[in-house]
């Protein structure tokens, strides 16, 4: 599935901007939702509090909607338009709940941890689990190395050279620093490019960075929890701006943890860009790419056509899939 362009307001506003005998129809991008209420931006660029019909099921932040007007400056949405992408996160049971709707990119923050030496620790498997999912949905996966100055040079030059794979593959590595105002014009650029949302895990920078980029907007950095480790986000709701220099940005609440859902085996190797021209070789129609004769991607891995580490990482993730285990999701 190829990805589709949002076309510019002016235009959506001539498709959907139209009178009907029930009244004025307009279109609009959701922006936020609080409970029952959601805020919509109109063609405008004005916030309209309305509501929705419940036959819509969840309408979230970044869907596009056909909006009339009602009482007391309000509006009611009555058409929720096809959404191009739909980012989603499973609940306390398992099921998928929508996060945010219509996102172009997905920026998977993480952090590399100085250790001695010019050694230090990156979650490879964790983004190859966020780059898996964000194929799988179809969103442009971006890969954000943050708290840079964490580092030394060494330790510098190591990432970069531990980090060439993704860039090989054609995703975008942007190493960045709030605290010195690393690589933040690049991001820019990029966030630029569509809708963006932040992914990864707490205590990774993200807040502080969305503060760097957006400094009007009051987004309060949550604390680390000297118990957990983890880091505290004290967003409420999930929200759309606007970037100065062009392109939105969601922020969201728990949106660190997204499914790839109960897929198999042959979407997660397709999943694997660089898989995907070796799937059609194997000698078998159903290889599994672990341990059968004859497998095309098993011999890429041994003659340096593919990234071992990714190699093990894929093996990693059908072997939790087989067992039926939660760890297919970026937790």
């Excluded at 007391?72 to 049971?93: F, H, Q, S, W, Y």
């Excluded at 997905?106 to 010019?118: E, K, L, S």
Aim: with cysteine; glycine share 8%.
């Amino acid at each position: 599935m190829g990805r589709r362009r949002t076309p510019p307001r002016d235009k959506q506003q001539q498709q959907h901007d139209v009178q009907t005998a029930d009244g004025e129809r307009h279109w609009g991008r959701v922006v936020s939702r609080y409970g029952a209420g959601l805020d919509v931006e109109d063609e405008h660029g004005v916030i309209r509090r309305c509501s929705s019909r419940r036959k819509f099921g969840a309408v979230i932040c970044g869907d596009q909607v056909i909006w009339q007007p009602a009482l007391n400056d309000e509006g009611i949405v009555i058409e929720l338009l096809e959404r191009k992408t739909l980012l989603a996160r499973p609940d306390d049971i398992g099921r998928d709940k929508p996060i945010a709707a219509n996102i172009d990119q997905i920026i998977i923050v993480v952090t590399a941890v100085p250790r001695a030496g010019d050694d230090y620790y990156l979650f490879h498997n964790l983004i190859d689990r966020y780059i898996i999912a964000a194929e799988h949905m179809h969103i442009r996966p971006v890969i954000v190395i943050n708290k840079y100055d964490l580092l030394d040079e060494p330790q510098r030059q190591h990432l970069r050279d531990d980090t060439a794979v993704y860039r090989e593959l054609g995703y975008h590595v942007i190493e960045t620093s709030a605290k010195i105002e690393r690589g933040m014009e690049m991001l820019l650029a990029q966030l630029a490019q569509g809708t963006s949302i932040f992914v990864g895990e707490s205590g990774v920078g993200k807040s502080s960075i969305i503060q760097q980029l957006l400094p009007e907007i009051e987004i309060r950095v949550g604390e680390v929890s000297s118990h957990s480790g983890k880091g505290k986000h004290t967003t409420t709701t999930a929200r759309l701006y606007h970037l100065p220099q062009g392109g939105m940005l969601i922020d969201s609440p728990g949106v660190r943890e997204f499914g790839l859902g109960r897929i198999g085996q042959p979407d997660l190797a397709w999943g694997f860009v660089e898989f995907r021209d070796l799937i059609t070789q194997c000698k078998f129609n159903n290889c599994r790419h672990m341990v059968e004769p004859g497998c095309a991607v098993m011999a890429a891995v041994e003659h340096g056509q593919v990234h071992p580490r990714r190699y093990e990482n894929y093996k990693e993730m059908v072997l939790a899939e087989a067992a039926n285990e939660q760890p297919l999701y970026p937790t």
